[in-house]
């Protein structure tokens, strides 16, 4: 039920149970972040593997201090430049994080959310919560209610209602090597507003086979349909004559397609309401029943950078995570599931 009521939002999740929320990237699927057992209900409900950690939003910087420690300066410095924000940052953990929300890590995720109703919610709350992106494992992500209610309609209690995400894009993650932060993820924040304030930073986010944050897995945020990116879409489109082919565009319709089967992120070159309107148009596409949708490349700067990211991992046709020779991801799930949730002996 998509719903405004904070109360009821309240009560459901101090019984352990889940909800979605709004934030300024995208929706999140919450539950309270010190219950192993709301947590293993977002793992199970979103049907992600549990060696994929989760981020905890907390209401304040000052709370920082009870679920993170040896907390580097670079890093405080980029969370009061840009908490409330779309910032996630990879610290040390505390005990009080239980270890099923970091899959085992001794790092925590952890960021600001800047949107009011979700702002208002952890304020009155004696928790934080722990919140993936409120979409089942793989798809694309969700930027309205009505696609969290598309994805979980009948699983779900309640959808907190806070319209349209303005960023549209995840925040983006960050880590540390001693001082030095380095993105783990690209996303709403871009790397030129980071560099602007902690100087230089590195960028590890296309590691297939070691993911430091699953965000980096290639097949991530993909519709079911084939999808190619191209940074000439006249030119592709002539490899598809005779196919019901869908177009991303950036800012300017192709004359030669179906209206219907076109999407254009911005008319004004806008890189913030191309963010925006990414995953919707997505969506949209998705549903049209096509062959391909072929998507036009950005130039890789600013807010640029991240849509590509997001839309080259939409091309791959399945995870390249593990090699023959390396453990299954079925496996690592399997270990982690009887570490965290022990069989009691008879
Ligand atoms: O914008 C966002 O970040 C949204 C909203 C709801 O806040 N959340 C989101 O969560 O995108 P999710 O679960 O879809 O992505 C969280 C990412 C994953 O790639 C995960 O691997 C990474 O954060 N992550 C979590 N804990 C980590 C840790 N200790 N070390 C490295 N990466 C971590
Ligand atoms: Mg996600």
């Known amino acids: ?79 009061e430049n840009f908490w409330p924000g779309p910032l996630t940052l990879v610290l040390n953990k505390k005990e009080i994080v239980p270890n099923i929300v970091t899959a085992n890590k001794n790092t925590v995720a952890v960021r600001i959310p800047n949107h ?7 304020e009155e709350l004696e928790f934080p919560l722990a919140a993936p992106s409120a979409n089942p494992f793989s798809t694309i992500s969700p930027t309205t209610p009505e696609h969290v209610q598309n994805y979980f309609g009948n699983e779900l209690e309640a959808i907190l209602d806070g319209g349209i995400c303005e960023r549209g894009i995840e925040s983006t993650i960050i880590g540390f090597e001693g001082e030095q932060p380095i993105i783990y ?37 993909a519709p079911r349909t084939e999808m190619v990116l191209t940074p000439d879409l006249k ?28 999407e254009v992120l911005t008319e004004t070159g806008d890189l913030q309401e191309a963010a925006r309107n990414l995953y919707a148009a997505m969506h949209r596409l998705d549903n049209q029943k096509l062959d391909v949708i072929i998507a036009e490349r950005l130039l890789d700067i600013g807010l640029g950078k991240t849509i590509n990211d997001k839309l080259e991992r939409a091309t791959k046709k399945e995870n390249q995570l593990t090699k023959s020779n390396e453990i299954s991801d079925e496996e690592k799930n399997e270990a982690l599931l009887n570490i965290m949730f022990p069989k009691s002996i008879p």
């Open 116 to 122: 009011p109703v979700a702002l208002q919610l952890l």
């Open 185 to 221: 993820r690209l996303g709403s924040l871009s790397v030129e507003e980071i560099e602007e304030k902690v100087g230089k930073v590195f960028t590890i986010n296309k590691d297939d086979n070691a993911p430091l944050a699953p965000g980096m897995m290639s097949r991530h945020y």
């Open 1 to 79: 039920m998509i719903t405004k009521d904070l109360n009821l939002a309240k009560e459901i999740l101090t019984n352990k149970n889940l909800i979605a929320i709004p934030t300024e990237t995208v929706y999140g699927l919450a539950g309270n972040a010190f219950s192993k057992t709301a947590v293993k209900k977002i793992f199970e409900l979103k049907k992600r593997p549990l060696f994929n950690p989760l981020i905890v939003h907390i209401k304040s910087v000052e709370y920082l201090q009870e679920i993170a420690t040896d907390i580097p300066a670079s890093a405080l410095k980029l969370a």
């Open 235 to 262: 030119e592709t489109i002539k490899n598809y004559a005779g196919k019901r082919v869908g177009i991303l565009a950036f800012h300017k319709m192709l004359p030669t397609i179906n209206a219907n089967n076109q």
